[in-house]
Nanobody
């Protein structure tokens, strides 16, 4: 069992930056690929970014490419999402997820992930 806990969300003005973190814990934290998803009110949960277990490869949704950066520190069991040049349309609840079945790949579909955090709200004002 892997428990994920997001932190770092909040309110920021358009053009600003925010970093959200996802800390993993549990009796056995296995190797896993990590993903960030977001869900705005009335919309589906969408893939934002993903990173392999080694951190050697990452993938981004077109809407955030060049503005967001995903990274990880396996010694701290933590995955980060640095968000720059934020736009009002980035407003959503951001969720981190762990894929323990494909730690060396990056899946963009939510059902592929085995564990989820509770989410953290990111609000970008115009």
């Amino acid at each position: 069992q892997v428990h994920l806990a997001e932190s770092g969300g909040g309110l920021v003005q358009a053009g600003g930056s925010l970093r959200v973190s996802c800390a993993a814990s549990g009796r056995t934290v296995r190797s896993y690929a990590a993903g960030w998803f977001r869900q705005a009110p009335g919309k589906e949960r969408d893939f934002v970014a993903g990173i392999t277990w080694s951190g050697g490869r990452s993938l981004y949704a077109n809407s955030v490419k060049g503005r967001f950066t995903i990274s990880r520190d396996n010694a701290k069991n933590t995955v980060y999402l640095q968000m720059n040049s934020l736009k009002p349309e980035d407003t959503a609840v951001y969720y981190c997820a762990a894929d323990v079945n494909s730690p060396f790949g990056i899946m963009t579909d939510a059902p592929a992930y085995d564990y989820w955090g509770q989410g953290t709200q990111v609000t970008v004002s115009s």
